[in-house]
Each structure stands twice: as C-alpha cells, then as structure tokens.
C-alpha cells in the first residue's frame, strides 16, 4: 500500500491517504511536544518504538474483542489503519494519582484511587484541551448519550486489558489517554496510539517513571525509559 497526500499532521505523528478512501497510513515521528506544545524536542527512536507498542497493544485489544482502527503494520514507522471520524475527546482513564488529576485534586502523586476515574477532555487546541463533563459533550453535541456510555465502557474494558497485561511486567499503569473514532458505518472504534507518549508507566518496585513524564519533566533517561518499555511489553531485545 503506497502514501499519498500527507492528510494531517500531529505533533507526533503524519497521516496519509491511501490509493483506498477507507484505509490512511500513519507514520510515527521522533518528535515530542508538551504542555501543548509549548516544549519542543526530540526523543530519538520513539517513531519505531511507539508504532511497536502501538501494533502490539492494539492487536491485543483487537483479539479480546476491543474494536479498533488497526489494520497491519507496514514498516517501522508506519501502520495501515481503518480511516474513521475522530471524536474530538481524550478519554483518560486514571488508576493512581498523577499530573493534572494530583493538581486538581490536591492528591499526593503516586496515590491508589479507590476507584478508577474516567475523565474526558475536549481536543481543541486553541482551547488547551479543556476537561469537560457529560453536559458540556452533549452540549457541544460531540457524543450522544449512548456514545459516551460505550465511551466510558470500552475505556474501563482496555484498563483492565492493559492493567493485566502491564502488572505482570512488572508496569504499573497509572494512567494513560484514548481517542476513539467513527467508521461510515457509525462503529466506534479505538484509534490513535497506545504509548509511553500517552500513558504513565511506573515500575511496579521501584516507583521509576518510564514514560513520556522524564520529558515532559526534563528527568533525563527518555530514550531509555522508551526501549525499556519495548523490551518489556514485547519482549523483544531493543535492536
Ligand atoms: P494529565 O495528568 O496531564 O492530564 O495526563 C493524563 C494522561 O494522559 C497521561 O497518561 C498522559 C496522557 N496525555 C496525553 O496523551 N496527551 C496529552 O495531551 C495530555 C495532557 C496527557
Ligand atoms: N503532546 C501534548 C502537547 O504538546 C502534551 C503532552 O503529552 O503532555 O500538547
């Protein structure tokens, strides 16, 4: 399958038409952006790092009945994945206190939640991703009520998959992000990536942040932290 037009491009990631309207290509940059954008750099190799997890994680999902846009990968950098409408919404599922949550709350980083918290954020730049509740969704007209509860039920679904999955890794899953999309067909299906990019993993000993927060947090050790979780998730040795 051949690139054609770049479609869009993401901080971290192009996406591209294909010779077939219903199926795009999805290339993973090096790039890293936090604090929507404001902080700029590089993480070298997170481009083949990321599409990996991303391959590996979303053909999990797909095989414990999960829908998602994921048709195969291509090449170290790229996936083919099914073209959908992207809901405008960050679903972040959130099992110990971290970032945004520890600072909203008052919570003490690193604090088990009692129960999982299941947040939604609307994607809009301009606006720097605000948090938003059912109401505003509705009122925005961004989900229906049935989406947001399919939403709300796929995401909680994936956290015990990946928290499962992680936890016998030695990963604790802290928190991470998802974005769905819509098929012509009105199917809501996962899209995006599943990433040390988009989700918080700590050694479940010694507490070490291996993802995208020794970045965002200049903690040193980020390519690292990248290869460590390839090996683990797939367990495979890092080239
Ligand atoms: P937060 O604590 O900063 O709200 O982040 C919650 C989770 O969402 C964390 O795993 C990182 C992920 N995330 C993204 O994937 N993209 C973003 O733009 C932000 C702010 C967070
Ligand atoms: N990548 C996001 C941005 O630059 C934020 C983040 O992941 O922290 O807005």
């Known amino acids: 399958m051949e690139k054609l037009a770049m479609l ?8 591209f038409k294909t010779a077939r309207k219903e199926e795009l290509i999805v290339h993973f ?16 190799d997170k481009g083949i790092i ?6 590996f994680f979303l053909k999990m999902l797909n095989q414990a009945g999960i829908p998602t846009h994921l048709i195969k990968e291509l090449a170290a950098r790229e996936t083919l994945v099914k073209a959908v409408e992207i809901i405008p919404l960050e679903v972040v599922v959130r099992n110990t206190a971290a970032g945004s949550l520890a600072k909203r709350l008052g919570l003490p980083e690193g604090t088990k939640l009692e129960r ?3 947040e939604f954020y609307y994607k809009n730049d301009e606006l720097g991703d605000p948090l938003i509740n ?8 961004l989900a229906t009520p049935a989406e947001i509860a399919t939403l709300t039920k796929l995401a909680s679904k994936i956290n015990q998959i990946l928290s499962t999955f992680l936890a016998a890794r030695q990963v604790d899953l802290i928190d ?5 999309g819509k098929t012509s067909a009105g199917e809501i299906i996962l899209a995006d990536e599943i990433t040390p990019d988009t989700c918080r993993f700590w050694d479940i000993e010694s507490r070490e942040k291996l993802d995208k927060d020794r970045f965002r947090r200049d903690l040193g050790g980020v390519e690292a932290a990248y290869r460590e979780m390839y090996k683990r998730i797939t367990g495979q040795k890092w080239q």
């Open 8 to 15: 869009y491009e993401g901080k971290a990631k192009q996406m």
């Open 134 to 141: 059912q109401s505003h969704i509705e009122l925005l007209e």
């Open 176 to 180: 991470f992000k998802l974005e769905f």
């Open 116 to 118: 999982t918290v299941i």
């Open 50 to 55: 990321n599409n990996k997890i991303t391959n």
């Open 29 to 44: 940059k090096d790039d890293a952006t936090a604090f929507n954008g404001e902080k700029k750099g590089q993480i070298v």
